[in-house]
């Protein structure tokens, strides 16, 4: 069954770090784009970050470069966003997509993804 579970969200006091990763099953990342998103309560859905495993190229939030980092295993066919200096307004559920022969090029487009995972829970608290 193709699947793409995220994992690894938790509640962590500000200034903490969590690495969340994004699980496929069932097929292969190879031919994706792979993005990051997050929905805050009450709150629009926004775009986090995206890596194309054709190429590795990258984008970010501009406010999160620096902090968060997208990173990809092939091997494992699995995502990573490693999120550092985190703070309370990163509070979120975390999801991923994925975008069949993507580029990352048009990331932001939510209708564009084909696949997305049940979500990850992100508390920022002190």
């Known amino acids: 069954q193709v699947q793409l579970v995220e994992s690894g969200g938790g509640l962590v006091q500000p200034g903490g770090s969590l690495r969340l990763s994004c699980a496929a099953s069932?097929?292969?990342?190879?031919?994706?784009?792979i993005g990051w998103f997050r929905q805050a309560p009450g709150k629009k859905r926004e775009g986090v970050s995206c890596?194309?495993?054709?190429?590795?190229?990258?984008y970010y939030k501009d406010a999160l470069k620096g902090r968060f980092t997208i990173s990809k295993d092939s091997a494992k066919n699995t995502v990573y966003l490693q999120m550092n200096s985190l703070k309370p307004e990163d509070t979120a559920v975390y999801y991923c997509a994925a975008d069949y022969r993507g580029t990352c090029s048009s990331w932001l487009f939510i209708y564009e993804y084909d696949y997305w995972g049940q979500g990850t829970q992100v508390t920022v608290s002190s």
């Open positions: 069932g097929f292969t990342l190879d031919y994706y784009a």
């Open positions: 890596i194309s495993f054709s190429d590795g190229t990258t």
